[in-house]
């Protein structure tokens, strides 16, 4: 594991996209600091941060593209498959990298909130919570985007599925509000769910079976709570929506609470996620 | 040793591989032969850990390479068919991060890099990058990852295909020397390749062996391809008279070629060509004919692989004007196969 993060590193100290990352993120916090905390002379800072999570949804990508597109493109992922490594060693190594890539522009904003102190009250504790969440849903999105750019050899289409993904996931409480809140609403919603994770475990587990029964399994579920119990399904879509967003449980650090079932929140998609991609590098070596 | 048993692999409906077993023993130069397609390069995707078979199963040094991949993958360097490299690195700094990879550390590390770099000669291009080295010097450093952590199996996928003369030659001394501390086997369709290098020859065709066996050996299979041409100027009935009249010959086809000159392609039961063109000779001297040209031509390589692979089903890329029909030979050879499924 160590060998490849080492590896990763070395790799981004080559390569355009770390530094443009780093480049990019730094610019985003420097606008909103400018904004908030210098020209409307606010003292909080994790508003900053808040502003800042749109530019994440938009250079997070840049940096997951092609941590295993590139490797498939170039045929380098043989060398990986050969060594005599896990794959969990492969991918833990590699988000380590991208998370190592990732403090470096964090640990020069985290000192954003002592030098606004020396220029009067700042909510110190407020900031770094915020910091410490914003590093945790930049590490769940890490996770994410690992994940799609594993799916596929193509960097470009990693990076849209990925800036898809985080834009919807951005909007998907505004998006709530839209959507049908009925039971009828929900069910087909939920169906047309059933059916996608369906094509993800076929995808994951080359197994139709697998993914037909799973598919079944779901839809018969929510077709006998429809039938029986159908008060369960009414504002059963808006509220997931809702739950799924990474940035709604952030902007509860923004408010001043550290969230423990945030916390647990993150942790559990970063495992989730990385422990998806570790199935779909199991299943390329069965294509 | 490599223990490869009942191997299958199915893309859909296709077979690439079908029902694969052989043995290698430890030391050697062995050549996996096959033309394009035959399932070479999935063979060894699967020996090395980067493909999962579908059936089957493969033991490096007792190891199986799906229940203990680590273990067996430590006893084989690997080079596939498009060399693994990282384009935006030099050499010394891809070999550090393979080397470290296959936990070797420290002293031992460098020790070892230095070796493989002065092994295949690319200490001229350690420090530029892998992006600008030309092909054969990106194939040696495939090579030289291979190498590295000093595995008892090196199997390296088509390692000459796409380089000039000159480095195919390098490369060749390269695995010749090799296969003197290590168990070397390597793919190629270039049939005089593998006779020149290769102690043991594995021809594959359609997923399945067909044999394996030392090449001199597959030559021997095939006697009856071995035969002699003649050119001369005597009518088509004397030289059959002339011909009924030598021992050991069994058949002969003549086709008149210019200058009212006759071309004979004659087959013979035995395989002292030489005692038969001495027959030859006095038998068109006593009648007062001569000899314009002779020549012997024993079974090679080509033919058996002709042969095998096209009894598969196949048409080789390398055909040849072979004059005897090596068909003669196909029962001979498939009785003869040593460790067919």
């Given amino acids: 594991m160590i060998a490849v993060l080492k590896h990763e590193l070395q790799m981004y100290s080559h390569a355009l996209p770390a530094y443009l990352f780093c480049a990019f993120l730094l610019a985003f916090v420097g ?9 409307s002379s606010v003292a909080n800072f994790e508003l900053v941060l808040k502003f800042v999570c749109i530019g994440l949804v938009v250079i997070l990508p840049v940096l997951t593209m092609r941590v295993f597109a590139e490797e498939k493109k170039q045929k380098t992922d043989q060398l990986l498959y050969a060594l005599p490594l896990k794959l969990s060693q492969i991918v833990l190594g590699k988000y380590l990298a991208l998370l190592t890539v990732f403090l470096v522009p964090m640990a020069i904003i985290s000192l954003y909130p002592q030098v606004f102190s020396r220029f009067g009250d700042v909510y110190l504790l407020t900031a770094y919570g915020s910091l410490f969440a914003f590093f945790l849903l930049g590490a769940s999105m890490i996770a994410i985007g690992m994940f799609i750019s594993s799916l596929t050899e193509n960097q470009g289409f990693a990076a849209g599925i990925s800036i898809t993904l985080f834009l919807l996931n951005f909007y ?20 047309m769910l059933a059916v996608a994770l369906a094509w993800l475990i076929g995808l994951l587990t080359g197994s139709r079976i697998l993914a037909c029964s799973a598919a079944l399994a779901v839809l018969l ?54 422990f998806l991609s570790v199935q779909s590098l199991e299943k390329r070596r069965y294509n | 040793m490599i223990v490869v048993d009942h191997l299958t692999k199915h893309y859909g409906t296709f077979a690439a591989v079908n ?37 089957g199963t493969v033991r490096i040094d007792g190891h199986d390479i799906l229940k203990e991949p680590e273990a067996a993958k430590r006893q084989v360097g690997y080079l596939p068919e498009h060399p693994p490299l990282y384009t935006s690195e030099t050499p010394l700094e891809y070999l550090h991060f393979v080397g470290e990879a296959k936990g070797i550390k420290g002293a031992e590390l460098r020790r070892q890099i230095d070796e493989v770099i002065q092994l295949t000669g690319i200490g001229p291009v350690r420090d530029r990058l892998i992006s600008v080295l030309s092909k054969g010097y990106c194939q040696r450093v495939g090579i030289a990852q291979a190498l ?55 021809i594959l065709s359609k997923g399945t062996l067909v044999a394996f066996d030392a090449p001199d050996k597959l030559e021997k299979l095939l006697t009856q391809s071995s035969g002699i041409r003649l050119l001369t100027q005597a009518a088509a009935d004397t030289v059959d008279s002339i011909l009924n009249r030598v021992q050991g010959l069994s058949e002969w086809e003549s086709t008149a070629c210019e200058e009212s000159c006759l071309s004979v392609s004659i087959k013979a039961e035995t395989q002292d060509l030489h005692d038969v063109s001495r027959q030859l000779f006095f038998a068109f001297a006593e009648s007062g004919n001569a000899i314009l040209e002779m020549t012997a031509r024993r079974a090679n ?21 072979s004059i005897p029909n090596p068909k003669d030979g196909e029962s001979d050879c498939e009785k003869s196969e040593v460790k067919t499924t």
């Fill in chain 2, 301 to 321: 390589l080509e033919d058996v692989f002709l042969e095998l692979t096209e009894d598969a089903g196949h048409t080789p890329v390398e055909a040849q004007d």
């Fill in chain 1, 221 to 274: 579920g929510l077709g006998l709570t429809f039938m029986f119990k159908s008060s369960a399904l009414e504002g059963l879509l808006p509220k997931m929506l809702s739950q799924v967003s990474l940035f709604e449980r952030f902007y509860i650090f923004v408010d001043g609470i550290f969230d423990l079932r945030a916390l647990v929140f993150y942790l559990t998609v970063i495992v989730f996620f990385l």
């Fill in chain 1, 172 to 191: 998907s409480v505004r998006l709530a509000e839209y959507v049908s809140a009925t039971a009828f609403g929900s069910l087909i919603a939920f169906c």
């Fill in chain 2, 19 to 55: 029902n694969l077993s052989f043995e290698i023993r430890d030391g050697g130069v062995y050549g996996f032969l096959g033309p394009n397609g035959a399932g070479k390069s999935t063979t060894m995707n699967i020996m090395t850990g980067c493909l999962s078979p579908t059936g």
């Fill in chain 2, 148 to 202: 590295l952590g000093n595995p008892e199996i090196i199997i390296l996928d088509e390692p000459t295909v796409g380089l000039d003369p000159i480095q195919i030659i390098e490369i060749r001394e390269l695995i010749r020397d090799l296969g003197k501390a290590h168990t070397v086997l390597f793919s190629s369709h270039i049939l005089s390749e593998v006779q020149s290098i290769c102690e043991q020859v594995l």
């Fill in chain 1, 31 to 39: 606008v909103g600091a400018m904004l908030y905390n210098i020209q």
